[in-house]
């Protein structure tokens, strides 16, 4: 049980909300996509997704506030829902299977409340603070944890993308981790961050990340008794980067990234 329960609750309608949009728009032959002005794609689902999730909100949580990718808002509030209707446009637009709507409440500045929803792998996972992180997929519902690898060298590490470690941070630190660890590979977005959290994969960093991108993650990889920080090692989601891992292996990833 957490005391944010009832918020919770709210996320995981919020997320089917999401689904219904995502899920009939996914590999459709009219689907409409546009460039925002970073180059990154848009589709009519993104756009779609966050007006529906915003619409419940201001019904249901007329006092929060919502920051969301598309939309846009303030992280200057007491109580904020921050929102990426699909994680991974790139491979919704293409057809790949591995995209997922983002949501997550932050109190105070922290994310007490994350929500993460495939519903074209099947897969959801979830988690408050002092509530513990769960799973489902086909097979039901389950807590998660993270693994229990104690050495870089029998660790498995995911990123999403090394160009942006050349434009970003640093081609040569990324390496480092690589060359110290077992294999890597790039499961990319949230779906590696997902998979720290049920002790899949035990690393996964990102050297630019948007608050709306990891915010769900800090609740859930934490909950699963893992660590979330960014690359300069604080604790948040908003600082421009992030490194998920089981714990054990995190200052030891933080140090092989420093530029």
Known sequence: MSRHDADLELALRLADAADAITSARFRAHDLAVERKPDRTPVTDADVAVEDAVRAVLAAERPDDVVMGEERGGTLDASRVWVLDPIDGTKNFLRGVPIWATLIALVVDGVPVVGVVSAPALGRRWWAA???????????????ISVSGVRSLEDAYVSTTDIKSW??????????????????????????????????????????????????????????????????????????????????????????????
């Open 129 to 143: 603070a002092g509530g513990g992180a769960f799973a489902s997929d086909a097979s039901g519902d389950r807590a």
């Open 166 to 259: 050349v434009e970003y941070h640093s081609r040569e630190a990324w390496l480092r981790l690589v060359d110290a660890t077992w294999e890597s590979r790039a499961f990319g977005d949230f779906y590696q961050h997902c998979l720290v959290a049920e002790g899949a994969i035990d690393l996964a960093p990102e050297c630019v990340a948007n608050p709306w991108d990891i915010a769900p993650f800090q609740v859930l990889v934490t909950e699963a008794g893992g660590r979330f920080t960014s690359l300069d090692g604080e604790e948040r989601y908003d600082g421009g980067s992030v490194l998920t891992s089981n714990g054990h292996l995190h200052e030891a990833a933080l140090k092989l990234l420093a530029r």
